[in-house]
C-alpha cells in the first residue's frame, strides 16, 4: 500500500510538512490542505519540514521525538509564549537553514526542558531592546541540549545573554526561574560544538546547576563571552567581547560566591581555544563572593591550558596564575549604581518607586508628583528586590524575600520581576512602614530615618530594614552610563503607567499624605480593613522582621539570590507580612 501526505501552508500559523511512506507516486491539487504544526504532531508525525513562513507556539510534548526541517524559512512565535517549548521527555532535533524568532518580551525562541539538538538554523529575538523587550534567545533546563551548528543572536548588548544553561535561582518555585521537579532537569547540560554567537551581555551564561561543554564555534560582541556559575569546559572556539564595562571586565567571567554543588564557580580553558582580550577586557577573571576567600576555596576555579592563545600568544600555568586571572572581592571594586526615583499619587496616595526613567517621566506626565531620587541603587548585586502589583487593589508592593514574593502571587497578585538590586554591602539601610488603617498603599520605604521616626510616632508601624542601598562613597563614577533598564524579566505592567483616561480626576480627593508629604496620622478611631477570609497572604505567627536584610554575596547574577536570600534567614516580609493583602 503507497500511502503520500502532502500539506502545505496556506495561511500564517500552517505549514508545510511532506511524509511519504512506501513508494512515490504524484499528488494532485486534490491531496493539498492546510494543517498547524500541533495537529500534525498530534496526528502522528515525527518529520516536520516549512515550507513557507509560519507564526505558531510549538510545544513538543513529553513522549514525542520530532524532527523539524527548517527549510529555509522563519518560524516566529504567535503572541505572548515561547517559540518552541520541548517538555520533560521529549526530544526535538532542528534541521535546515532557516529562522526561529520571538518577539515578545520574556519569551524565547527555543526554550527546552527536555532534549534538543540543533544541527543548523539562525536564532534570535528580532524586537531585542534591552529595555521593555527583552530576554534570553535560547534557554536550556533539559537534561541535554547539543548546538552543533547555529547563528545565534539578538544583535544587542542588553540585559540579556543570549544562552541560558541552567536556572536563575535554583531553589525558586517558578519553573521559569528554578529547578522545579518533573518540570525540568536537575542538571542542565548544553554542548556546543560550533557556530557564531553574536550579542547579549553574555553570549553563554552558564547558570546554576549549568554543565557546559564548548569545543568550537565564534564567540563575539557581548560584554562577556561566557559567564560561569557552576561548571565550564571549553576546550575549542575563538572568544573576544565588546569593550563596554561590564561587573566583570573580562572575555571569561567566572563567579565563585557559596561552593555550593551547583554554583561551583569551576571554569577550565584549554585545547586550541583563542581568546582575544582588548584594552577594556581581560581574558580570563575570577570573581568571589563577599563571604568567600581565596584561601578557602577548595578547588582551582580556573584553570589554563599550555595551548590556549591569548592575543596571539600561547600562555603557560605561571602566567595564568599570575597575568591573566585576576581574584576580586566585592570589596576590591566600587559599585556602578543606578538612582531610585521616588513618585506619588495624591489620588490613590500610592508611593512608587523606580529606576526606569522613562517610566518616571511617563508617570509624572499623567500626574504623578515626583519626590526626587529616593536612595541610590547598585546596577547589579546578588540582592534582587522583587516588584508585584495587586491589580483589584492598584498598588505595587517590594521585597527582597522570595517566600513573601510567592505567598503574594498564591494570593493573586501579579508578580513583575525584579525592580532593582539591594546593596549587599549593607550602605544605607531603606526601612519599611506600614499604615494599619489605609486597606492600600499602605507601605512607605524610605532612606531617611528622620520621616521613618515621624511616621511611626504619628501611628505607621515599623517594618523593620527591607534593603539597602549604595553609600556615596561606594559609588563608581557613572556619567557615561545610560540610565539603568529593568532586569530581563521585569517588565512594567501597564496599570504602572496609568492610562490616559486613569489620569487622577480634578475633583478626587487625595487618600494619602498631605503637601507637607508627612503621611496622614491614623484617625483613632479607624480599624485596620480586613480581608476576606483566605484572600490574605500571612505568615506564620511567629513571623518577627529580621534586624539584617541582605545575607547574600555579590555578583552580576541576573535575579539570583545568594546563600541565598531566602535560605532561612528573614528580612523585612521574609513571609507574606500582615500587612500586605491578598489581590482581591
Not at 548588548?157 to 544562552?163: F, N, R
Amino acid at each position: 500500500m503507497n500511502l503520500n501526505h502532502t500539506i502545505h501552508k496556506m495561511a500564517t500559523g500552517m505549514v508545510a510538512i511532506a511524509a511519504v511512506f512506501g513508494t512515490f507516486s504524484p499528488v494532485f491539487a486534490d491531496d493539498v490542505t492546510t494543517e498547524k504544526i500541533a495537529d500534525m504532531i498530534k496526528g502522528g508525525e515525527t518529520t516536520i519540514t516549512l515550507e513557507k513562513d509560519a507564526a505558531e507556539n510549538v510545544v513538543i510534548p513529553a513522549g514525542k521525538s520530532i524532527t523539524l526541517n527548517l527549510n529555509g524559512y522563519k518560524l516566529t512565535n504567535d503572541g505572548d509564549a515561547d517559540t518552541i517549548t520541548v517538555e520533560p521527555g521529549a526530544t526535538l532535533d532542528i534541521k535546515g537553514k532557516g529562522t526561529v524568532d520571538n518577539t515578545d518580551n520574556g519569551n524565547a525562541a527555543i526554550f527546552n526542558n527536555g532534549t534538543v539538538k540543533i544541527d543548523d538554523g539562525t536564532y534570535t529575538r528580532s524586537a531585542e531592546d534591552g529595555k521593555d523587550n527583552s530576554y534570553y534567545v535560547i534557554v536550556n533546563h533539559g537534561e541535554k541540549m547539543e548546538i552543533g551548528h547555529a547563528e545565534v543572536t539578538n544583535g544587542k548588548k542588553t540585559a540579556s545573554p543570549l544562552i541560558e544553561n541552567g536556572y536563575e535561582d535554583y531553589d525558586s518555585s517558578d519553573e521559569r526561574a528554578g529547578h522545579v521537579d518533573k518540570k525540568n532537569a536537575a542538571k542542565a547540560e548544553l554542548t556546543i560544538a560550533g557556530g557564531t554567537f553574536s550579542g547579549g551581555s553574555a553570549n553563554v551564561k552558564n547558570d546554576d546547576a549549568g554543565d557546559l561543554k564548548v569545543s568550537g564555534g565564534t564567540f563575539t560582541d557581548g560584554l562577556n563571552a561566557v559567564q560561569n556559575y557552576n561548571t565550564a569546559d571549553i576546550s575549542g572556539g575563538t572568544f573576544s567581547a565588546s569593550e563596554d564595562d561590564a561587573d566583570v571586565d573580562a572575555v571569561f567571567a567566572n563567579y565563585v560566591y557559596n561552593n555550593k554543588d551547583t554554583n561551583l564557580g569551576q571554569l577550565k580553558i584549554e585545547g586550541k581555544t583563542v581568546v582575544n582580550a582588548n584594552a577594556k577586557k581581560a581574558a580570563v577573571s575570577n570573581k568571589l563572593g563577599k563571604s568567600v576567600k581565596e584561601k578557602d576555596i577548595k578547588f582551582t576555579p580556573i584553570e589554563v591550558g599550555a595551548d590556549v592563545t591569548v592575543n596571539g600568544d600561547k600562555t603557560s600555568k605561571a602566567e595564568a596564575g599570575s597575568k591573566l586571572i585576576a581574584f576580586k572581592t566585592a570589596a576590591d571594586e566600587k559599585v556602578e549604581t543606578v538612582d531610585m526615583y521616588r513618585l506619588y499619587n495624591p489620588n490613590s496616595g500610592e508611593h512608587f518607586y523606580t529606576s526606569n526613567e522613562d517610566e518616571k517621566d511617563y508617570l509624572v506626565s499623567v500626574g504623578w508628583k515626583y519626590e526626587n531620587i529616593g536612595w541610590t541603587a547598585p546596577r547589579k548585586s546578588k540582592a534582587p528586590i522583587y516588584r508585584l502589583y495587586n491589580p483589584n487593589a492598584s498598588e505595587h508592593h517590594y521585597t527582597a524575600s522570595k517566600k513573601e514574593r510567592d505567598a503574594l502571587i498564591k494570593a493573586g497578585w501579579k508578580f513583575e520581576g525584579i525592580g532593582w538590586y539591594s546593596d549587599t554591602k549593607k550602605g544605607v539601610p531603606i526601612y519599611r512602614e506600614y499604615n494599619p488603617n489605609a486597606h492600600a498603599n499602605n507601605h512607605n520605604f524610605t532612606a531617611d530615618k528622620k520621616e521613618n521616626d515621624s511616621l511611626v510616632k504619628l501611628g505607621w508601624r515599623y517594618e523593620d530594614i527591607a534593603w539597602y542601598g549604595v553609600k556615596p562613597e561606594e559609588k563608581k563614577d557613572n556619567t557615561a552610563v545610560a540610565p539603568t533598564k529593568p532586569a530581563e524579566t521585569a517588565k512594567p505592567s501597564e496599570t504602572a503607567k496609568p492610562a490616559e483616561t486613569a489620569k487622577p480626576a480634578e475633583t478626587a480627593k487625595p487618600t494619602a499624605p498631605a503637601e507637607t508629604e508627612k503621611p496622614t496620622e491614623p484617625a483613632k478611631t479607624a480599624e485596620p480593613t480586613a480581608p476576606a477570609k483566605g484572600d490574605e497572604a500571612k505568615p506564620s505567627e511567629t513571623t518577627e522582621p529580621a534586624k539584617d536584610a541582605d545575607k547574600t554575596e555579590d555578583t552580576d547574577k541576573t535575579g539570583k539570590t545568594d546563600e541565598k536570600a531566602d535560605s532561612g534567614e528573614k528580612t523585612a516580609g521574609t513571609e507574606a507580612s500582615e500587612s500586605v493583602e491578598a489581590a482581591k
